[in-house]
């Protein structure tokens, strides 16, 4: 939309079958990148090429259902529902598909039954009254049900089910002022209901017998995955900025493991996960009653550990720029202890993630012990350098604050960003004016650029 | 399932009538607390209330129009979809149902009109081909749309959208091979899809026109709560841990403002706000183009700021566990630079989140000035105390590091409660022999049990 941008002018200059290629090249190095994309998608996880073909497996299926009911005649119209409801209710885990499968097949029943009673209820109204009575009720359970959405628990475990109820309601109760047939209102609704069973049942079937992903399975796997990073961060802490060769390198400069840094936004993962295992069948290692809630336990501790390390990591590369060689000095006193405790407490994690992922108990108290003395020797090679515990204390929590109030400028600086890419208006131009008294009339947007 | 659990052996030993009321008692208490749950939901956000009528509305609005479809009998069954459609397209934000709105209508006409082509293809199989050939399509279509469901762009902005397209697709194909007709297919094909973009009509009537919750605004006040609430902890801390009256007091026992929280896991809830606020048109101050993306920018820097705050806060009150009284001496000393850095800072904030919501540019620059003078005046009554920054430095690299480790026994313990929960196998029977050498031969679990 805008001009002004130098690339587009420059294009301009050019003659046609330059600037012809030119987007040709564009547009093939996006086909390229896409096609690495995909690539990538499929690598990363092989069991999503699997996924996508079961979900075809399932429709084609579903198809064939169809096919012979048509045949038969029997469903008809209502085979249409098989094929809506395999591609509504198949997911990725199986977790996932017996929770939509289950919310839809019983939303839907109580829904029907319900619609078949408002129903009922809405005829002793009479001929004229009938459709208002029936408006009445798909307003309120419509708005009732909508609201119940809003409801932590139950958007977390039932929002689907929700949603399917307030679709049967509305329409049976609407359409059923046409059929009022009661016989044939049960028969509507046992085919309805048989064929998303059926729906359901090859979904399950499919989701459960070939290639399953639990996510049970997957949530286990990822909390495991999370301690390995930490422990891998620690240990690359030990060997890397602790190790034998303390120079002045960098530290963004050496390959340090950073993979903690996804430990961070793990939350709502696991949480999802955790979710979508409650709904599983016993499968491999895990019962029905798998304690799926400590897993978010380890996970919430593990995120905090992250944290930690995010306010060491930070600390360590904002000091790394102003570092004297002087400062080398006490480093490499202190570093042998320091290499100790890091990399034992990678191991001891290390330990830990091997053991949930081998399901077998913990033994890492030789681990604790190790760590426990190694700080006990920080604390005492700390005090030797003449440093009293108690000003060392007060000393860094000045310091953490100076670190938090190192990131107030860079905030400061995204939201001037944010400001001048949504042209806020300026309300303070006699301050600005201070800094160009020149502009004073101009417009805000020139004086923020000038001041760049 | 296990008994062992104190509560119910008690109960099965006291009269029945007693343990009626018992049950009744409990009975009443949930009904309480989720009674309670629901007013807080609806307090929290009265919006909610009011979307939830939106959509008992809209539903009213719909079945209306099925009502007088039905006299005029044009479209009969057809108008089942427009039902369905508002059911599933009304969404709690604008954006929200623009992005659903928009997928469902556009993702039906893609696929009807390719349903459309693969069935003619299909005809010149011949009538014993045709069958295999629209299964094959339907099978490849669907794992190829399956898949591109993970690619995270689509996922994020057309995931509905490529469901509705399998869904679409694989109803035109299958169920177009018995309505042979063009016309007919057409004639389905028309009202299907002018039922549909009544449905997406009315719920955009709606959710636009009825009290709009707009994506991008909540974004936006979502960004600007979060800098508020990083100001008042920084402010807190000023007033309380750096104020006059510093004390033995724990930080805990204070109604310390500990909201920055919330703003370590805002990501998911940032980001899928800022997916669906891409779909908005422009509303009050928000254009078209309004940078959205800008909006994550500051929320990705207001989350490493609370990083920052997690660190300083959990070594504050790991600290105040052993605090001793000399220890109070230095922090007197510089409490009064710290409290006039933190509450700068956490004006400064409090002034960016003010100019975020007033849409006005920031003028933080004299806040700037004073943070770094007192930040100045920090390191130098620091090294007035005897401490030199470059040793200061190590000390505090080893101090965070220490803080990283704390975390570890913590995560062991979790570990191994999980252990416990999941009845993991014991595979060091020899290391746990160590502590109660009676029990060798006994089960594994036992002897976790006895340990603790």
Redesign the interface.
Known sequence: ?EVGQGCTDEISYLPWWSSLSLALNKFKAKVVGLAK??KK??KDDPR??V???K???A??LV??F??IS?LFAGFR?SA?WA??TV??VMEYTVGGTLSKGLNRTFATLLAAALGVGAHQIAILAGEKGE?FL??LF???????A??SR??PEIKARYDYGV?IF??TF??VA??SN?TVDAFELLQLAHQRISTIVIGVAICLLTSVFICPVWAGEDLHKLVAAN?EKLASF?EG?GEVYFGDKVGGERMESKCFPQAYKSV??S??NEESLANLARWEPGHGH??F???WK??L??GA?????A??????M???TT?ERTQ?P??LE??KM?SS??KE??IE?GK??KE?AA??G????????RH?IA?AAA?TT?KAS?SE?G?PS???????????????????????A??????R??Q?????TL??ATVKPLTEGGS?GVV?TVME
């Open positions: 939309m994309k995909v998608v499929g999503r090429v996924h996508s073909f979900v075809g497996f429709l084609s198809s064939l169809y096919y048509a119209t249409i094929v809506l591609v509504v459709p029936l408006g798909v307003f309120l359970l419509a708005a009732a909508t609201f809003f409801i949603t307030i679709l509305s329409l609407v359409s046409r301690l620690l802490l961070l936004n939350k709502s895990f019962g009653r798998h304690p400590q897993y336990k380890v501790l593990s995120r905090q550990c944290y930690s390390m995010e306010a060491l930070s600390y360590i000091n004297t002087a400062d006490l480093r202190i202890t320091c405790m890091s407490c001891a994690l830990l053991s949930i081998t399901m077998t108990t913990p033994g890492v108290c604790n760590i700080t920080l700390l350098e440093i108690m000003i060392l204390e007060t000393a860094i929590t000045a310091s953490l604050l100076s670190q938090v109030v190192q990131c107030v400028p860079q905030i400061v995204s939201v001037e960003e944010l400001a890419l949504a806020f208006r300026d309300c303070e301050h600005k805000p923020i």
